[in-house]
């Protein structure tokens, strides 16, 4: 078995999933993370007996998150299925509870609300499966994959379609349409400019199901820091990343520590599971993102809620008055004034999240990426929106913390969560892990193949962590 050492930068999930699948092919594993704690965007809260995971908080694909585990040889983490369905509210007072239950979610449709809805959900279902296999499981798509899936399935995506258009072929209603348009968000893109192509994702939530990890999300990322803790992998907290260069045939990496103490990490091999752009200004060289429109990034309350609520659900959608107008704000630089509110309430299934008699609500709305608002005000706002819809009473509510964009600065260029806005079929195709020139340097994370979330994080690891281990 080698013997390499290897570094990998980053401590979020694609991180410590390439450092666990290197440390399992016998390498020497430096994880180097500039917080105090794994996790990256996957960061928590704690505060008055509170808990909030304030990154990502729909779980899905949990195969993908077992795999590093299975390959280890030690027992994965518990997943159970969501058990209840995400709640819609519209503004014309409709709700909508919509789930995995098809006839759960044809009992609260008309009659042609459903015809579309089961439609659209084929639709979906086939978009993925054709093309899950060469862009999701799979190694990053050569010209050839590329040629292949086109040949093969290219015109059923309906190429010459945005999204918008590829559900009108349906006649959804308005409540219908918006439900699928949401999903397009996922990926950090416009729903009203993404590709016809980005329906496929509807499919993964709505018809494969999501999951609730044993702890939520952070009992996720301590289920991963366990793993590394027992391959041997050395975990460096508190350590920046200030210049990566090569080094022969390996990778020199310049580093200050805690303290403000240098250092330099000589290794055979590296993964960066940094944002894409910033291994490149980290290097020192210039980055195709500097002509990319970048993807969406996220405003962030985390309330304590006094009361239970049994009406509201785990996940929550609270639609504006105007879908569009939200992306029209987003569009020209502004915090949307009527944005999509998502209310995740993780101690309805976590009870620990939240002292009795009270709930956790984290509400995550679309912000501009790389621009800031007065936290303050903008949370009043939102407050008061939550109250306009019924949702809050006054007083009921303490915000316990607001992030705006510059909480995302620290893990991604500009805040954008998914790296380049995909407004175009090129821009669903994320970056290979290769760098050109440096074959013992690759690249792994949300911004690269394929793609964000927490499970194809751990994917794009995985796979990083198979190349560099070929290389070395």
């Given amino acids: 078995m080698p013997r390499n050492e290897v570094l990998v930068l980053g401590g979020g999930f694609a991180g410590m999933a390439a450092a666990a699948s290197l440390a399992i092919r016998g390498h020497q594993v430096q994880l180097i ?13 704690q505060r008055q007996g509170f808990h909030f995971d304030l990154g990502p908080s729909v779980v899905t694909l949990p195969d993908m998150l077992s795999a590093p585990f299975i390959a280890a040889g030690e027992t994965p983490p518990r997943f159970v299925p969501v058990a209840h369905p995400t709640r819609y509210d519209f503004p014309d007072g409709r709700t909508l509870h919509i789930g995995t239950d098809p006839q759960a979610v044809a009992a609260q449709l008309s009659a042609s609300e459903w015809t579309a809805y089961d439609a659209l959900l084929g639709d979906a279902r086939s978009l993925y499966e054709a093309a899950a296999p060469t862009f999701v499981h799979g190694p990053p798509p050569s010209l050839w994959d590329l040629t292949q899936y086109g040949m093969r399935h290219g015109l059923a995506a309906k190429p010459w379609l945005r ?7 349906r006649h959804p209603s308005s409540h219908v349409r918006d439900v699928f348009l949401r999903f397009a968000t996922y990926f950090g893109a416009n729903p009203f400019r993404a590709p016809a192509v980005l329906h496929n994702i509807a499919w993964v939530e709505l018809g ?5 990890p044993e702890g939520g999300v952070a009992g996720l990322v301590h289920a991963y820091e366990r793993l590394l803790r027992k391959l ?4 460096n907290l508190h350590t920046q990343v200030d210049r990566i260069a090569p080094d022969g045939t390996g990778i020199d990496v310049h580093v200050t520590q805690a303290g403000g103490a240098s250092r330099r990490w000589r290794a055979d091999g590296a993964v960066s599971a940094l944002d894409a752009a910033r291994t490149y200004r980290l290097l020192g060289r210039s980055h195709p993102s500097q002509r990319w429109t970048p993807s969406l990034s996220g405003f962030v309350l985390a309330l304590a809620v006094k009361g239970v609520s049994p009406e509201r659900m785990q996940h929550n959608l609270i639609m504006p008055a105007r879908y569009e ?5 987003l569009a020209r630089g502004r915090h949307p004034r009527d ?8 101690s309805k299934v976590e009870p620990a999240h939240a002292p009795a008699g009270w709930e956790n609500w984290f509400v995550l709305v679309n912000a501009p990426p790389g621009v800031r608002t007065d936290k303050a005000a903008y949370a009043r706002h939102l407050l008061g929106l939550l109250k306009a819809r019924g949702w809050l009473e006054a007083g009921q509510a303490t915000v316990l913390g607001a992030f705006d964009t510059d909480h995302l600065e620290r893990f991604a260029t500009h805040g954008a969560i998914y790296g380049r806005m995909a407004n175009s079929l090129g821009a669903t195709i994320r970056l290979g892990y290769d760098v050109k020139g440096l074959p013992t340097l690759k690249l792994a994370g949300g911004t ?4 964000g979330g927490v499970p194809l994080a751990v994917q794009s690891g995985v796979h990083s962590a198979d190349a560099l281990h070929q290389q070395l």
């Fill in 325 to 329: 107008q939200e992306f029209e704000d």
């Fill in 448 to 451: 690269v193949h394929p793609g």
């Fill in 163 to 169: 999204l918008p258009g590829y559900l009108a072929r």
């Fill in 208 to 212: 494969i199901g999501a999951v609730n």
């Fill in 33 to 45: 993370e500039q917080t105090g704690s794994l996790g990256g965007k996957a960061a928590r809260l």
């Fill in 339 to 346: 944005p999509t509110l998502y209310v995740s309430i993780s």
């Fill in 232 to 235: 041997g992998v050395q975990i």
